[in-house]
């Protein structure tokens, strides 16, 4: 039963991630983001990620959720890590912050130490400019944010995409909640390119 449902879940992210690279070419850099906190938003946007870099891609997962990063726990990263922050604020170049996984083709780039700025970090500058940059790197850019209904960091982040995609807890947000939502993200320059209905 738990091989079944293993499998089945492996299917699904294969579907995301055909449908990802049938969006069109022009959809390289891609923000995940949610309504609230725990509806599986980075496990999601982390699943698609490595299933693009399986597939034969070179993929960069960006872990932007500056505020409250679950990432570098969940993986047991240990001992001082640099990450985004580090970066953005002037602290480390970007070479110092891309880490390698154990998949390969799979980047990673963590979210580092909690600013006291998070928003003004990734609308700055710097930002933008590495992910001009990383374009030129990767296939693909998956960009993890924290929950938009918390507050505008992926409003921010978004300017500098191709598209956004909106992980959404089955039974658990209200239909109002996510037009509010789909609605803040329609004022960015960002197309909403698809929803991923979770833990049904």
């Not at 083709?105 to 930002?127: C, D, K, W, Y």
């Not at 500098?160 to 947000?173: K, L």
Request: glycine letters at 8%.
């Amino acid at each position: 039963m738990v091989w079944k449902k293993i499998f089945e879940v492996m299917k699904r992210i294969k579907i995301l991630r055909t449908n990802i690279e049938f969006s069109g070419e022009e959809n390289k850099v891609l923000v995940f983001t949610s309504c609230t906190p725990n509806e599986g938003k980075s496990t999601v946007s982390l699943s698609v990620a490595s299933s693009l870099a399986e597939s034969g891609k070179k993929v960069l997962f960006i872990d932007a959720d500056l505020r409250k990063s679950v990432l570098a726990g969940r993986h047991r990263v240990q001992g001082e890590l640099k990450g985004l922050s580090h970066f953005l604020s002037g602290r480390a170049k970007v070479e110092d912050v891309v880490c390698k996984t154990q998949i390969e083709g799979l980047m990673v780039i963590f979210a580092g130490i909690v600013p006291p700025n998070p928003a003004e970090l990734l609308g700055s500058r710097q930002f933008k400019d590495m992910i001009r940059v990383v374009r030129d790197v990767y296939d693909y850019i998956i960009i993890d944010t924290p929950p938009l209904g918390r507050v505008i960091d992926c409003a921010v982040v978004a300017d500098s995409c191709d598209g956004t995609v909106i992980v959404i807890e089955s039974g658990s947000i209200s239909y109002h909640f996510v037009q509010e939502i789909k609605g803040q993200l329609e004022k960015t320059n960002c197309p909403i390119i698809g929803a991923i209905l979770n833990k049904v």
